[in-house]
Protein backbone atom coordinates (compact mmCIF):
# COMPACT_ATOMS: atom_id res chain seq x y z
CA UNK A 1 0.00 0.00 0.00
CA UNK A 2 1.18 3.24 -0.99
CA UNK A 3 1.54 6.01 1.70
CA UNK A 4 -0.27 8.79 0.19
CA UNK A 5 -2.98 7.55 -3.10
CA UNK A 6 -4.95 10.25 -5.62
CA UNK A 7 -7.32 9.57 -8.09
CA UNK A 8 -4.77 9.12 -10.89
CA UNK A 9 -7.52 10.47 -13.05
CA UNK A 10 -7.71 12.42 -15.92
CA UNK A 11 -10.61 13.91 -14.00
CA UNK A 12 -12.95 15.82 -16.51
CA UNK A 13 -15.12 18.50 -15.59
CA UNK A 14 -17.46 21.52 -17.57
CA UNK A 15 -16.72 25.20 -16.89
CA UNK A 16 -18.92 26.01 -13.54
CA UNK A 17 -19.09 23.11 -11.91
CA UNK A 18 -17.45 21.75 -9.05
CA UNK A 19 -14.63 19.59 -8.88
CA UNK A 20 -13.76 16.88 -6.57
CA UNK A 21 -10.34 15.64 -5.83
CA UNK A 22 -9.22 12.63 -3.06
CA UNK A 23 -6.58 11.57 -1.44
CA UNK A 24 -6.08 8.80 0.98
CA UNK A 25 -3.21 8.21 3.35
CA UNK A 26 -1.75 5.21 5.31
CA UNK A 27 -0.06 6.58 8.27
CA UNK A 28 -2.98 7.36 10.82
CA UNK A 29 -0.45 9.26 12.67
CA UNK A 30 -0.59 11.97 10.06
CA UNK A 31 -1.24 15.45 11.28
CA UNK A 32 -0.25 18.17 8.62
CA UNK A 33 -2.11 17.84 4.84
CA UNK A 34 -1.62 20.02 1.90
CA UNK A 35 -3.24 20.63 -1.49
CA UNK A 36 -0.75 21.90 -4.51
CA UNK A 37 -1.44 22.85 -7.52
CA UNK A 38 1.00 22.28 -10.53
CA UNK A 39 0.96 23.33 -14.01
CA UNK A 40 2.53 21.87 -16.94
CA UNK A 41 6.35 22.70 -17.05
CA UNK A 42 5.58 24.64 -13.52
CA UNK A 43 6.39 24.15 -9.94
CA UNK A 44 3.98 22.95 -7.06
CA UNK A 45 2.12 26.31 -5.58
CA UNK A 46 0.44 25.77 -2.31
CA UNK A 47 -3.14 26.03 -2.44
CA UNK A 48 -4.83 24.98 0.76
CA UNK A 49 -3.27 23.49 4.49
CA UNK A 50 -5.48 21.70 6.85
CA UNK A 51 -4.52 20.29 10.35
CA UNK A 52 -7.86 19.46 11.78
CA UNK A 53 -10.73 17.60 11.51
CA UNK A 54 -13.60 19.10 9.27
CA UNK A 55 -13.88 21.83 6.23
CA UNK A 56 -11.43 24.90 5.47
CA UNK A 57 -12.53 27.60 2.84
CA UNK A 58 -10.37 29.24 1.19
CA UNK A 59 -12.27 31.40 -1.68
CA UNK A 60 -13.67 28.57 -3.90
CA UNK A 61 -11.14 26.02 -2.73
CA UNK A 62 -12.35 23.86 -0.07
CA UNK A 63 -10.42 21.16 2.01
CA UNK A 64 -12.05 18.41 4.32
CA UNK A 65 -9.80 16.24 6.42
CA UNK A 66 -10.97 12.99 8.06
CA UNK A 67 -8.72 11.77 9.71
CA UNK A 68 -10.76 8.48 11.18
CA UNK A 69 -10.90 7.86 8.02
CA UNK A 70 -7.45 8.56 6.64
CA UNK A 71 -9.15 11.11 3.48
CA UNK A 72 -8.69 14.74 2.63
CA UNK A 73 -10.14 16.46 -0.40
CA UNK A 74 -10.17 19.07 -2.70
CA UNK A 75 -13.79 20.74 -3.72
CA UNK A 76 -13.06 22.98 -6.47
CA UNK A 77 -16.28 25.43 -6.70
CA UNK A 78 -17.21 27.06 -10.30
CA UNK A 79 -14.44 25.24 -11.68
CA UNK A 80 -12.66 27.51 -14.57
CA UNK A 81 -10.23 26.57 -17.08
CA UNK A 82 -7.80 28.08 -15.43
CA UNK A 83 -8.13 25.60 -13.00
CA UNK A 84 -6.82 22.68 -15.36
CA UNK A 85 -3.62 21.50 -13.80
CA UNK A 86 -2.48 18.18 -11.49
CA UNK A 87 -3.20 18.56 -8.20
CA UNK A 88 -1.04 17.52 -5.68
CA UNK A 89 -1.45 15.48 -2.29
CA UNK A 90 0.80 16.63 0.45
CA UNK A 91 0.63 14.63 3.99
CA UNK A 92 3.33 14.98 6.66
CA UNK A 93 3.19 10.97 8.39
CA UNK A 94 3.88 11.14 11.95
CA UNK A 95 7.78 9.98 11.65
CA UNK A 96 8.22 13.81 10.12
CA UNK A 97 8.27 12.93 6.45
CA UNK A 98 6.42 15.13 3.68
CA UNK A 99 5.12 12.65 1.04
CA UNK A 100 3.18 13.30 -1.58
CA UNK A 101 0.76 11.56 -3.70
CA UNK A 102 1.32 10.84 -7.39
CA UNK A 103 -1.32 13.70 -8.56
CA UNK A 104 -4.76 13.98 -10.04
CA UNK A 105 -5.18 15.44 -13.07
CA UNK A 106 -7.69 18.31 -14.10
CA UNK A 107 -9.51 19.01 -16.66
CA UNK A 108 -12.31 22.32 -17.17
CA UNK A 109 -13.53 21.50 -20.45
CA UNK A 110 -15.59 25.30 -20.96
CA UNK B 1 9.43 38.60 0.28
CA UNK B 2 11.49 36.81 -2.67
CA UNK B 3 10.36 33.23 -2.69
CA UNK B 4 12.38 30.44 -3.12
CA UNK B 5 15.30 31.01 -5.65
CA UNK B 6 17.14 28.18 -7.92
CA UNK B 7 19.89 28.00 -9.97
CA UNK B 8 20.74 27.08 -12.95
CA UNK B 9 17.27 27.22 -14.11
CA UNK B 10 17.92 24.81 -17.15
CA UNK B 11 21.19 22.23 -17.75
CA UNK B 12 21.95 20.04 -20.29
CA UNK B 13 24.99 17.56 -19.49
CA UNK B 14 26.29 14.42 -21.01
CA UNK B 15 26.61 11.10 -19.20
CA UNK B 16 28.97 10.33 -16.87
CA UNK B 17 29.49 14.09 -15.96
CA UNK B 18 28.41 16.03 -12.68
CA UNK B 19 26.39 18.39 -11.85
CA UNK B 20 25.64 21.24 -9.14
CA UNK B 21 22.26 22.94 -8.12
CA UNK B 22 21.68 25.62 -6.14
CA UNK B 23 18.58 26.65 -3.48
CA UNK B 24 18.12 30.06 -2.01
CA UNK B 25 15.44 29.31 0.59
CA UNK B 26 12.72 31.88 1.45
CA UNK B 27 14.42 34.93 3.96
CA UNK B 28 13.92 33.10 7.79
CA UNK B 29 13.37 29.84 6.09
CA UNK B 30 15.65 26.84 7.86
CA UNK B 31 14.36 23.74 6.42
CA UNK B 32 15.07 22.80 2.96
CA UNK B 33 13.58 19.75 0.73
CA UNK B 34 15.22 18.40 -2.65
CA UNK B 35 12.53 16.20 -4.63
CA UNK B 36 12.79 14.96 -8.39
CA UNK B 37 10.08 14.72 -10.27
CA UNK B 38 9.98 12.30 -13.64
CA UNK B 39 6.58 11.74 -15.27
CA UNK B 40 6.49 8.26 -14.52
CA UNK B 41 7.48 8.32 -11.28
CA UNK B 42 5.70 11.95 -10.08
CA UNK B 43 7.41 13.68 -7.13
CA UNK B 44 10.21 12.02 -5.09
CA UNK B 45 11.65 13.16 -1.97
CA UNK B 46 15.11 13.51 -1.97
CA UNK B 47 16.51 14.56 1.10
CA UNK B 48 16.21 17.44 3.94
CA UNK B 49 18.40 19.57 5.15
CA UNK B 50 17.82 21.85 8.86
CA UNK B 51 20.46 23.80 10.53
CA UNK B 52 23.08 22.28 8.22
CA UNK B 53 22.59 18.90 8.88
CA UNK B 54 20.86 15.90 6.32
CA UNK B 55 17.19 14.92 8.59
CA UNK B 56 16.09 12.39 5.87
CA UNK B 57 16.89 11.15 2.48
CA UNK B 58 14.96 9.30 0.19
CA UNK B 59 16.05 6.33 -2.00
CA UNK B 60 18.55 7.38 -4.23
CA UNK B 61 21.91 6.07 -4.84
CA UNK B 62 24.80 7.45 -2.98
CA UNK B 63 25.55 9.62 -6.30
CA UNK B 64 23.14 11.92 -5.08
CA UNK B 65 24.44 14.33 -2.44
CA UNK B 66 23.55 17.63 -0.72
CA UNK B 67 24.42 20.11 1.65
CA UNK B 68 22.93 23.12 3.32
CA UNK B 69 25.47 25.53 4.13
CA UNK B 70 24.94 28.44 7.37
CA UNK B 71 22.58 31.10 5.70
CA UNK B 72 20.17 28.19 4.46
CA UNK B 73 21.13 27.91 1.01
CA UNK B 74 21.71 24.62 0.01
CA UNK B 75 23.50 22.79 -2.72
CA UNK B 76 22.62 19.24 -4.46
CA UNK B 77 25.25 17.37 -6.29
CA UNK B 78 24.76 14.24 -8.81
CA UNK B 79 27.86 12.74 -9.80
CA UNK B 80 28.02 10.30 -12.62
CA UNK B 81 25.16 10.96 -14.51
CA UNK B 82 22.96 8.73 -16.00
CA UNK B 83 20.16 9.25 -18.81
CA UNK B 84 17.72 8.58 -16.12
CA UNK B 85 18.63 11.33 -14.28
CA UNK B 86 17.05 13.46 -16.75
CA UNK B 87 14.23 15.20 -14.37
CA UNK B 88 12.93 18.48 -12.50
CA UNK B 89 14.97 19.55 -9.68
CA UNK B 90 12.59 21.06 -6.99
CA UNK B 91 13.46 23.16 -3.92
CA UNK B 92 11.16 23.73 -1.10
CA UNK B 93 11.90 25.73 2.25
CA UNK B 94 9.65 25.77 5.00
CA UNK B 95 10.26 28.20 8.32
CA UNK B 96 10.59 24.79 10.34
CA UNK B 97 11.57 20.82 9.96
CA UNK B 98 8.37 18.83 8.90
CA UNK B 99 5.84 18.20 12.16
CA UNK B 100 5.55 21.89 13.87
CA UNK B 101 2.51 22.93 12.55
CA UNK B 102 1.77 25.70 10.22
CA UNK B 103 5.56 26.50 10.53
CA UNK B 104 5.93 23.64 7.93
CA UNK B 105 4.57 24.47 5.05
CA UNK B 106 6.71 23.87 2.31
CA UNK B 107 7.03 26.13 -0.54
CA UNK B 108 8.57 25.12 -3.83
CA UNK B 109 10.98 26.73 -6.12
CA UNK B 110 10.97 27.32 -10.03
CA UNK B 111 12.73 24.30 -10.47
CA UNK B 112 15.56 23.01 -12.43
CA UNK B 113 15.47 21.44 -15.45
CA UNK B 114 18.40 18.94 -16.08
CA UNK B 115 18.91 17.08 -19.11
CA UNK B 116 21.07 13.89 -19.57
CA UNK B 117 22.09 13.62 -23.12
Known amino acids: QKEVEQNSGPLSVPEGAIASLNCTYS??????FFWYRQYSGKSPELIMS????GDKEDGRFTAQLNKASQYVSLLIRDSQPSDSATYLC??????????FGPGTSLSVIP | KAGVTQTPRYLIKTRGQQVTLSCSPI?????VSWYQQTPGQGLQFLFE???????NKGNFPGRFSGRQFSNSRSEMNVSTLELGDSALYLC????????????????FGPGTRLTVL
Open chain 2, 92 to 107: ASSLEIPGQGAADTQY
Open chain 1, 90 to 99: AVITSYDKVI
Open chain 1, 50 to 53: IYSN
Open chain 2, 49 to 55: YFSETQR
Open chain 2, 27 to 31: SGHRS
Open chain 1, 27 to 32: DRGSQS
